[in-house]
């Protein structure tokens, strides 16, 4: 007998339950295929119940992360001024 292998979660949660696109894609591969906001993919396969924009917490940026997961997807650069070097 054949087992069945789970669908793959999202890390963070909010996500509308059983939700997949028309390709049986779930929220966990918007997730690792897209940045935050889901930019590139988020509104253009639309599933029974709409698209991943509108179910998907990584898409909405909504939902809190269930594991770690870095503060932001880019990383962030501080400019920091240095004093001018004084002359004697």
């Known amino acids: 007998n054949a087992v069945p ?3 793959p ?3 963070c949660s909010g996500d509308t ?3 997949e696109d028309v390709d049986h894609y779930t929220c966990a ?4 295929n897209d940045a935050p ?4 993919y988020g509104n253009a396969y639309e599933g029974g119940l709409g698209v991943a ?3 998907c917490c990584w898409c909405r ?3 809190a ?4 997961m870095p503060t932001s997807y880019f990383p962030t650069i501080v400019l920091v001024p240095t004093p001018s070097p004084t002359v004697d």
């Open 65 to 68: 992360p269930s594991t770690l």
């Open 61 to 63: 940026g909504t939902g």
């Open 17 to 19: 339950p059983d939700w």
């Open 9 to 11: 979660t999202s890390s």
């Open 37 to 40: 906001g889901c930019p590139r």
């Open 5 to 7: 292998t789970p669908k």
């Open 53 to 55: 924009n509108e179910n």
């Open 29 to 32: 591969w918007y997730e690792a």
